[in-house]
């Protein structure tokens, strides 16, 4: 079909097209629909609309009960009933389980008195083993045998006397050497520079270029050297050689059955010797486990076992210079706090792992 | 196949099954590494080293039961419910609301350790016997300055002077000091308290510096919180076990020219006297008149009235060690000069039952007093001398109490190097080695122990000479007398080595009988044979208790055996090296 003549816009029937009628049409709607229902609502007041139902309706209960989902037999059956005692899984011993209950019990009595006065007292304010006589104290593994506060060799007095400050200095300055040690005899630590020209990528070009052809050349070697071995290797053997060698393999065992013989006869010639060396040798193991336990034993004395990620590291020992020491309390020179100390102590004795504090 | 693979269905085994990795244990307990660290330290839950470390060298491992005991308690659910406080505030500062902040740190959840404390400690000797760490922390925090950087607030260093204080008071008061050794870290003490030997350490009192590299102060911090609890329940015990209302009130004014140590014992004295006068009154009531009181009391008097009250408080069920101690500074005055390390030099000095009195608002007594008997001064000459009393460096006040002698004085006259600062923890028998200064003391001890001690009554200024004359007579005398017990040692063991011989004579006679009449010459090689023979014997038995113990104890014994010969190679060594010192100044005299 051919398109319709497109009419002016201009005219008056486009104009009569584009008014909308909407609010016309929800008016006649919404005036059928009053009509239907039986006037609007809105205008009524609100006691008319709505009234406090006092009346006690049964059936309206009877009903929802109804519309309720049925229990059926099956779950009905499965509903604890408390007339019938459970029947547990697994029997326990009934003299332990009132033991048991018995010292919750006794817990409940002897711990409640605190968190219940909190509210009332401040912490601390209170004797809280007031009835320690009932709670049986519970064996509590120690982290480690290094004692909380450890003191100090005698070298380490304010004014100490000559021999042991000696000896104290002596040891400071021996962890001192044994760090400088480490560092020297280490390994180097990788530089961050490496001195020489840098390689133009023309020269790389080259470079590249060389090693390849070296490659090329090997690969056709080894391909020389494959050709040569597969010709050995189809060449035929004859009968007679297979018979030589099954007389050659033939003599071989019998010569190492022999030479077993012997060896047995021999040994047993030597046996009081053999039992010597096994007594020897498990004497030897003997040794290396006791070595091994007191090894341990000394090292734990001194440093906790490894821990975590890093590596405990004691604190220097703390010893006045030989020129500071001048015998009054009022000159001592300050050191560090006991912050650290007490850290490392802490760190010592297994309490926490080592960590790694923020370096500058 | 990996090394160690597992069907899907089967349980872990060994210590994969025993032990749980730290990141383990977060995601078990939905914690983060700040909080799950706290709670470690609360519980007291520390790392564990497992035989075999199946997830590698670099992690930490931990027992699963204690994440499971950790999993159970309360703590954590108040902890978590605090860090999501906390997240309220942090939210509320990056809003830029300040006062919500404020107002909400100010209403923070306060945690109570109370129960942890109970549960870590179940009886009163447990937490005695693990007071050193405590004691030490908090004498630490008591020296630390506040600062904001590491989140040392000042409530805290407050609460943590006051329990030093405290705890300090109530030793002095109880005589139950023990030893005392002054270090370049700091000052160790030790009292025994219920027959427990506690050892603490306190700085000195210079100035803090913090060291910022190595230390993590949320961990210390942490370990405070608990650590003060424990100390504030351990001092009340304390204290009502000498019947001393706990916390004490303390004279303001006192407290102010710090000297809270000395307002304690004011406390204590009024507070015996107290209880001997008005028990059945009102308690609280009379505490607070005491109080009331204390402050209108002029200082002179207190001192006084201390020794009064001192004569009357209870002298029962004291052992003898605290006897010793309680008498060992008796009818001795000293004061302090502004130089002294006034702190545990007043919590020494009244340990003892000396009577002392410091330069400065609120002390008892005046530098004029006449009754003063030691001054102690530090510097390097005194300027107006009272001819009544000495003065000495604060170093003979600890070497006394460590020897348990009063020393003569003239090594540690003012401007003097005085003698060597000996370590009382130092067992110098077990050690082999003593110093020549702990010999004289040695000497002066069992002279003073033999002998009556000069009148006290005599001038002091005329008492010095005949002191260390008298001293170097008991030290000859000792001498002798030493001499004379190592000779006997000597001739009793030659008896019993003799004694011994003939027994073992004897029995070899019996056995080869026959032997002995044939011919001399045999006896001779019969007994020739029979001594190495004994000594075997006597190796046997020591062989056989080695082989009779256990196999740890044995690793054990034979640790403690070379240990002692360590030991003795070291004393040897420094033996030596002593020698060849005496040998150099001799030298160089000539």
Known sequence: ?360 | MPKHYRPAGKKKEGNAARYSTRSQALKLLQVNTKLFRKLCIYKGIFPREPKKKFKGNHHTYYHLKDVSFLRHDPILEELRAKSTYLKKVTKAKAKKNRELADSLLKRQPEIKLDRLVIERYPHFIDAIRDLDDPLTMVHLFAALPATDRMKIEVKRVHNCRKLSHEWQAYIARTHKLRKVFISVKGIYYQAEVEGQKITWLTPHGLQQVLPDDDVVYDVLLTFLEFYETLLAFVNFKLYHSINVKYPPILDPKLEASAAELYALSRYFDANSRNSDQVEETQLEESELRLAQLQHQLPSNEAGALMQLVKGAADENEEDEGTKECKNFFKNMKFFLSREVPRESLLFVIPAFGGLVSWEGEGAPFNEADQSITHQIVDRPTQGHIYLSREYVQPQWVFDCVNARIILPTEAYLVGRVPPPHLSPFIDNEEEGYVPDYAETIKRLKAAAKNEILPMPGAGVEDLDDPQTLLAEGYISRTEAIEAAERKQKMMTLEKQYHDELKIELQVTQSSAFDTNKQSPGEDMEAREETLPDIQQIANDTANMSKVLMSRKKRGLYEAMKKGQEKKKAHVDLLKERKKKIDEGKKSKKN
């Open chain 1, 1 to 360: 079909m051919g398109k319709k003549a497109k009419s002016s816009r201009k005219g008056k029937k486009a104009w009569r097209a584009n008014i909308s009628t909407e609010d016309i049409e929800d008016f006649f709607e919404k005036s059928t629909k009053d009509a239907h229902s039986g006037g609007s609502l809105s205008q009524l007041p609100n006691d008319s609309l709505f009234y406090v139902d006092s009346s006690k309706d049964l059936s309206v209960k009877r009903k929802i009960e109804k519309h309720r989902q049925k229990v059926l037999r099956v779950d009905s059956v499965l509903q604890k009933n408390p007339f019938i005692q459970a029947v547990p899984s697994s029997k326990s011993k009934p003299k332990k389980s009132i033991k048991k209950q018995k010292d919750i019990l006794k817990e409940k009595d002897a711990t409640p008195d605190c968190p219940k006065d909190d509210s009332v007292i401040a912490s601390g304010m209170l004797d809280i083993w007031a009835n320690e006589g009932d709670i049986k104290s519970k064996k509590v593994s120690k982290p480690s045998v290094i004692p909380a506060v450890e003191v100090e060799a005698p070298g380490c007095s304010f004014n100490p006397a000559y021999e042991s400050h000696q000896e104290s200095l002596a040891q400071a300055v021996a962890e001192e050497m044994q760090k400088v040690y480490q560092n020297e005899l280490g390994p180097e630590p990788v530089p961050f520079t490496v001195p020489g020209n840098a390689i133009d990528d023309e020269d790389r070009y080259f470079l590249e270029v060389d090693n390849a052809s070296d490659d090329d050349g090997n690969v056709e070697n080894i391909s020389e050297n494959a050709h040569e071995n597969r010709s050995i290797k189809t060449k035929r053997v004859t009968r007679v050689e297979l018979n030589k060698r099954a007389r050659v393999k033939d003599l071989q065992t019998k010569k190492a059955k022999a030479r077993k013989v012997e060896e047995v006869s021999k040994q047993i010639d030597c046996l009081p010797d053999i039992i010597q060396e096994i007594a020897k040798e498990d004497e030897e193991n003997k040794k290396r486990h006791i070595r091994r336990l007191v090894a341990k034993q000394e090292r734990l004395k001194v440093r906790p076992p490894r821990l975590g990620r890093h590596k405990f590291e004691p604190a220097p020992t703390q010893v006045l210079l030989s020129e500071e020491i001048n015998g009054s309390l009022r000159k001592l020179k300050g050191c560090s706090t006991l912050a650290k100390d007490r850290f490392k102590s802490l760190e010592k004795r297994g309490i926490i792992y080592p960590m790694k504090g923020k370096r500058k």
